[in-house]
């Protein structure tokens, strides 16, 4: 079976809705194939049919020569994006920016404001939910950056966010 921490993760969903998701998306593919038809996933690969005719084949317990039924192989030609991108070891994690330059003489630090925490918060970047403390929000976020929620709430821009409010006054 699957592991789905990861994606539960990332997306926020369920265990047992990422499950049916991709139980459906399996099922889907198999009838598309049966079907003769292709499976494109963007940014992933193209899932084809590859049709074995009849043909002459060797029984592997008895090394007796048989003829093979045709049969239905399915295949995946994986996209090359997709390929670069198990390929490709960054040398390094990316950094974060580099903060402002503060206006302000330097012996006044500048305000943080009380309700800072070691929060872990869940935010899209680049596409991916990637986890990041509280402390480090500031300087990669903006008001309309994706942030997960607790409860019923689910994905909000972070302007939305009334805990995450101070960062943007």
Do not use: C
């Not at 990861?6 to 889907?28: A, D, H, M, N, R």
């Not at 084809?48 to 592997?60: C, F, I, V």
């Not at 302000?104 to 918060?121: K, Y």
């Not at 939910?129 to 689910?154: F, H, N, R």
């Amino acid at each position: 079976m699957l592991d789905t921490t990861y994606i539960e993760k990332i997306t926020g969903l369920s265990g047992t809705t990422v499950e049916s998701v991709i139980e459906g998306l399996i099922k889907f593919v198999q009838l598309e194939l049966r079907a003769g038809n292709e499976v494109k996933i963007v940014d992933f690969g193209v899932f084809y049919p590859k049709e074995l005719g009849e043909r002459q084949a060797r029984n592997p317990r008895t090394g007796e020569s048989i003829i093979a039924k045709p049969r239905t192989k399915p295949r995946i030609r994986f996209f090359d994006s997709f390929e670069k991108g198990i390929q490709d070891i960054p040398a390094a994690p990316p950094t974060p920016p580099t903060p402002p330059t503060l206006t302000a003489p330097a012996s006044v630090p500048p305000p943080v404001p009380a309700t800072v925490s070691n929060r872990i918060w869940h935010i899209v970047k680049d596409g991916v939910a990637i986890p990041i403390s509280e402390s480090e929000l500031k300087w990669q976020i903006t008001p309309d950056t994706l942030v997960w929620t607790e409860g019923q709430d689910g994905w909000k821009s972070a302007s939305e966010v009334p805990k995450l409010k101070y960062l943007f006054s």
